[in-house]
């Protein structure tokens, strides 16, 4: 089994590949591997995609990779492989991003990208640091994670699905802000897991484990 962390160069990897591998390592899931090679991406029995800074500079940056994101799309939406999205990895599964410019996401969650705006003043934007998860569906990388859990934020944007039910999970920052998402073989957390502590390492094991 191999899981591949895609590197298109959105930021520093590490802490995720450090994370990843110590709960292959307890899973017995098989390797885990930091790449740009499509080849590798082709060959993932999973995909995880990170993402750190600005929607459409994320993901241009992706599609530079040209082979990349065709040998990524080819193993979500045709072989269904196992995917996460991280963080901005995660608001390019949306169909638009609006951060800056109105950009065109990968589209397979049927959503939109917006500005969080808490309705309580006070609260700042980004929305940075620890919040407690509110679990609004089940699904198998959510297993022992249960609403209370924290998990570790920074972002400024949310993804707001079209569908209700395609919502996982959500935290309240001045009104409700979307943390998780889901459909098929897709999972996507704004949050990142590898600073989440134990819910977090929970669902990268979930993760490594799941098959759709």
Not at 48 to 77: I, Q, W
Not at 92 to 109: F, H, K, N, P, Q
Not at 130 to 151: C, E, K, R, S, Y
Request: proline share 6%; aromatic share 8%; hydrophobic share 40%.
């Amino acid at each position: 089994m191999l899981t591949v962390l895609i590197d298109y160069e959105s930021g520093n990897l590490h802490s995720a590949e450090k994370a990843f591998q110590r709960m292959a390592r307890e899973t017995g899931a098989g390797e885990v591997l930091v790449s740009s090679s499509p080849d590798d991406v082709a060959r993932a029995d999973r995909l995880v995609l990170p993402g750190d800074g600005a929607f459409p500079s994320c993901l241009n940056g992706l599609k530079s990779y040209a082979r990349v994101h065709e040998a990524m799309a080819e193993a979500v939406t045709r072989r269904a492989v196992p995917f996460m999205g991280i963080c901005v990895g995660m608001q390019m599964l949306a169909s638009w991003g609006r951060e800056y410019e109105d950009t065109r996401g990968l589209g397979w969650i049927e959503g939109e990208v917006v500005r969080i705006a808490p309705a309580d003043p006070a609260l700042k934007v980004p929305h940075m640091g620890w919040n407690d998860l509110v679990i609004d569906g089940a699904h198998p990388v959510l297993d022992g994670v249960a609403t209370g859990d924290h998990a570790y934020f920074v972002h400024s944007y949310q993804f707001v699905p079209e569908r209700p039910q395609d919502r996982l999970a959500h935290v309240d920052y001045g009104g409700e802000v979307t943390a998780i998402v889901a459909r098929d073989n897709v999972i996507g957390l704004q949050f990142h897991p590898e600073k989440s502590q134990a819910p977090g390492l929970r669902m990268i094991a979930n993760f490594l484990t799941w098959r759709p």
